[in-house]
C-alpha cells in the first residue's frame, strides 16, 4: 500500500509524533509512505531524521488554494492508494486535492477546533474550514473518545469513526521503577502520586492541574503532583505552583 500523509508541516506536539510513528511502522512493513507539508519546519525536519520521505509544497495562507492544485498533481504523479490528512490546514488541502484526483481520504482528528483557538472569531473560522470538506472524507480516526463525540455532534455518522488511541515505540519507553520516582522525588512509599503528561501551552490548560493540587493541599490530602512536559508556558506554570504554595508538594 501506498499511503501520503497531509500535515500542515508546524506541529510540535503529538501529531509530529503520530506521523512519525505511524510512517515508520508503514515503512518498516512494506508499505511505501510519504509526508506532504507546506512549511519547512518540525515536521520535516522530524522526517527527515527519520528518513522518511517528505516533500514540502508551498503556501501562504489556509485560504491559498494554489496549494490544492499543487497537491493534487503530485498525488497524480504519485498514484497513492489512500491520502491520510491531519490538522485544519491538512484536511482542508488533503480533500479537496484527494478528491480532484479521485483517491481516497481517511483524517486523523488530533484534537479539539473548539478548544485549539482561544480568539472566538478564529475559533468559528478554523471550525467552518474544517466542517467544509468532511463530506469527502472517507473514514475518521479520533485518538480519544470524547473527539469522537464532538465528531459525532457535529453530524458525523458513527460508524465511520474509530477511536485508536496514541501509541509509543518501545524505544521511548525508558525503565524507569516507582521506587527510582520516589527516591529522586524524595518520597515514601505511601504518598500517592499525582501525574498529568503534556506540553506546557494553553490547549493543555495544566493551571487546572495546579488549582487540583491547591484544592488538595487545602484539605490536607497527602499526595505529590508531577508536571512531565516543556513547553512555552512552563515558567509561567511554576510561577503559579509557586504563588499557590505548592513548592512543597508539586515537581516539575
Do not use: W
Request: with cysteine; proline share 4%; glycine share 10%.
Amino acid at each position: 500500500m501506498k499511503v501520503i500523509q497531509v500535515i500542515g508541516g508546524g506541529e510540535k506536539g503529538g501529531s509530529r509524533k503520530y506521523i512519525i510513528q505511524l510512517c515508520r511502522g508503514l515503512i518498516e512493513r512494506g508499505h511505501t509512505a510519504e509526508i506532504v507539508c507546506f512549511l519547512e519546519d518540525a515536521v520535516s525536519a522530524s522526517a527527515r531524521e527519520h528518513e522518511i520521505p517528505v516533500t514540502v509544497l508551498p503556501m501562504g495562507n489556509i485560504f491559498d488554494l494554489r496549494a490544492v492544485s499543487y497537491l493534487k498533481r503530485h498525488i497524480q504523479e504519485q498514484c497513492p492508494d489512500l491520502v491520510h490528512t491531519h490538522g485544519v490546514r491538512g484536511n482542508f488541502v488533503g480533500r479537496l486535492a484527494a478528491k480532484g484526483a479521485g483517491v481516497t481520504v481517511v483524517t486523523t482528528v488530533h484534537s479539539s477546533v473548539y478548544q485549539d483557538y482561544s480568539h472566538p472569531l478564529k475559533k468559528l473560522l478554523y471550525h467552518r474550514i474544517e466542517k467544509a470538506t468532511r463530506r469527502y472524507t472517507s473514514r475518521f480516526i479520533a485518538v480519544a473518545g470524547s473527539l469522537k463525540e464532538e465528531l459525532e455532534r457535529d453530524g458525523i455518522d458513527s460508524e465511520k469513526i474509530d477511536v485508536v488511541y496514541n501509541g509509543i515505540t518501545e524505544d521511548f519507553i525508558q525503565d524507569y521503577s516507582d521506587s527510582a520516582l520516589r527516591e529522586e522525588l524524595g518520597l515514601p512509599p505511601e504518598v500517592p502520586i499525582l501525574i498529568t503528561v503534556g506540553r506546557a501551552e494553553a490547549v493543555k490548560n495544566q493551571e487546572v492541574f495546579l488549582r487540583v493540587c491547591s484544592g488538595l493541599k487545602e484539605q490536607d490530602i497527602d499526595f505529590h503532583g508531577l508536571l512531565v512536559g516543556d513547553g512555552p508556558l512552563l515558567p509561567e506554570l511554576r510561577k503559579k505552583s509557586k504563588a499557590l504554595g505548592l513548592d512543597d508538594c508539586v515537581s516539575f
